[in-house]
């Protein structure tokens, strides 16, 4: 009874926190727009103005991030990726600063501070000059990155014989794991405590801790990476999460799930073909006309355990179970709490503590 109530408990906080996590903080009123309350952006155009989430906006004129100008953005092509980068056609953008040298169209974000093209490796807005990129990987600390020629510390060559083997203990290839290697990308809980739950980052080799509502939202906000509709199309869909929403055409698929597919939320069969929109996807069909989704395992081999998030539409948050190597929406607190409780591995402290733990 008792774990029953905690889980109905964290199920609700988890509820609070997300509902603060999207409210608006840009607001158009007094003929202007603001950041906020009482910051107001001079240069904003309010007939024209669209906020693209919490942190960018667009207008005729200009982008924004947050109350401020991203200087040379094209609002027409401007696209967010994954904080802290977005991009346009011409440049890409940590924050409001555009990136040196970057190369829009084969940019990919790393982590909060490395990200990398066909030029160059990045830190931050600056490009790691003489990088490689093909070679570049974040190692076990987020600070530290390595190419096949050297190791970096904060985006600079390490010089240092003692910073050298600090960062050599921190690379994956000299400090192996098979174990880990095993449970890389799966969700972990401890049945040895009272069912802590911890992600295994794919990428990292590392585990996180998935104790609060605040510490989930984070991990999705800071691990997902951008994809775009037509490489979701290639992953299959689990049936779960689909409908612990509001469903406006009773087709068992919530209105989010709709708006994640681009389908008719008011519509059972989007396409008008006799089958329901929820049939088709799960059948690998697409739900908007007459063709299949095109499903690819080996596309989806490379990306188990990661958390994707749909750069074309709303931000759509999905996870890649490393089991089945299908996609679980991820759309409210409560989705992600269901995909953590029912997809969570039982381990022991013993195995746990052979994982390294990111603090």
């Not at 977005?86 to 990136?99: F, G, I, L, P, R």
């Not at 299908?326 to 709490?337: I, M, N, V």
Request: net charge negative.
């Amino acid at each position: 009874m008792r774990k029953k109530f905690l889980l109905i408990m964290a199920a609700f906080i988890l509820s609070l926190v997300f509902a603060d996590n999207i409210k608006a903080d840009y607001q158009i009123k007094e003929g202007g727009v603001f950041y906020g309350d009482t910051e107001k952006i001079d240069e904003a155009d309010a007939a024209s103005f669209k906020m693209l989430d919490r942190e960018y906006a667009t207008d005729k004129n200009y982008v924004y991030f947050r109350a401020n100008v991203i200087t040379g953005a094209d609002p027409a092509t401007f696209t967010r990726m994954q904080l802290p980068y977005s991009k346009d056609k011409n440049a890409v953008y940590y924050y409001e600063t555009a990136v040196s040298y970057a190369d829009p169209g084969s940019f990919i974000k790393l982590n909060n501070i490395y990200a990398k093209d066909k030029i160059n490796a990045y830190y931050k807005s600056n490009a790691i000059i003489n990088s490689d990129p093909v070679t570049f990987t974040v190692l076990l600390d987020n600070q530290y990155a390595k190419d096949k020629n050297n190791y970096y510390h904060d985006g600079e060559i390490i010089s240092s014989e003692t910073e050298l083997r600090t960062a050599k203990s921190k690379d994956p290839e000299i400090t192996s794991n098979v174990f880990v290697e095993k449970l890389k990308g799966k969700i972990l809980l401890q049945v040895e405590q009272n069912g802590e739950a911890w992600y295994v980052h794919p990428g990292q080799r590392m585990r996180y801790y998935l104790g609060t509502p605040q510490d989930a939202f984070n991990i999705m906000k800071n691990f997902g990476i951008g994809m775009s509709n037509n490489d979701f199309k290639k992953i299959p869909l689990a049936d779960m999460n689909l409908s612990n929403a509001a469903d406006s055409d009773q087709d068992g698929l919530s209105d989010q799930v709709e708006a994640a597919f681009g389908t008719d939320k008011y519509n059972r069969d989007t396409d008008n073909d006799g089958f329901n929109d929820k049939e088709e996807i799960l059948s690998g069909y697409d739900p908007n006309g007459k063709t299949k989704l095109g499903i690819d395992l080996k596309f989806v081999a490379g990306r188990k355990g990661f958390i994707y998030i749909q750069a074309d539409q709303n931000g759509e948050s999905w996870y890649i179970n490393p089991d089945d190597s299908k996609r679980y929406f991820l759309g409210r607190p409560q989705d992600a709490f269901n995909v953590m409780r029912r997809l969570g591995l039982g381990i022991t402290d013993e195995n746990l503590n052979k994982i390294v733990e990111n603090k």
